[in-house]
């Protein structure tokens, strides 16, 4: 019998990624490299030196293995490898993002560098198809905008073609919810009172007691609301000169677990 015939359809998979990760770090130790990624030095060490299939990796590892290996296009594929059912539920809750062709999930590195906001507002402007360019981003990051243009190009995440910032490779960079979640107040700080009434901007807050359909339902509204705002940034016919941005949220003010009825609750 094929040896590969009894193991998971993850492990070719774990195994191609363990490959191509210690090859694109072949300068760095197995501590060095962990420490990098964010896994335990012992537990990395044991998935590379294991037979494919011997040991399955918590999912945390897993994608970490995947992202910072350099296989983000196979990202979807390598989740449906190791769980199935999870892979179609991220696959229904970032079904707007993932339906550009150039869909890319942040790797935890780009994440950890993006977590400065000058750095993350220089970065996803100079995604643009046709950059930033430098005059502009300074106007808008003021004595932060050299430093941001610097760091990333000295990084290699960007490169200054005529004076335009532009990303090496640019994709639909999607960010985990902990990122979206980091620079809602990076955006925020960009919002401008004075621009309310001049069909400029938008900004609206209410509150009130739903129930878990009305709660759905204001979900998919967001949701339809999304695929519409997305189709108007990728729209060529609206395409200018004016750096804009478009963030839309809603949530719950109590935890999803949390039931009022339980009479526990408030001893």
Known sequence: MN???NQEPWTGIFKKCLTDLKEKNAK???SQLASKIN???STLSDHINSK???TKPNLDNYIKVILESGN???FFEALAAYD???SKNLKEVLSVSTTKKNA???T???ETILEDRSLFIAYILASNDKGINFKTLAHILGNKAQTAMNTLIARGLAIDESRLLKVNNPTFLIRSFESIKHHLTTYAEYYKPHHAGKERNYAFSLTGSLNAEGIKANHQAYKILHETIKNNMRNPAFEGNIPAFSVGFCDTFTDINFDPEDKGELQ
């Open 108 to 110: 935890e590195e780009l």
């Open 28 to 30: 760095l130790s197995i």
């Open 72 to 74: 983000v296009a196979m």
């Open 104 to 106: 890319a999930i942040a």
């Open 84 to 86: 199935e059912n999870l």
């Open 3 to 5: 040896e590969m015939s």
């Open 39 to 41: 896994v335990a030095r």
């Open 52 to 54: 494919a299939g011997a």
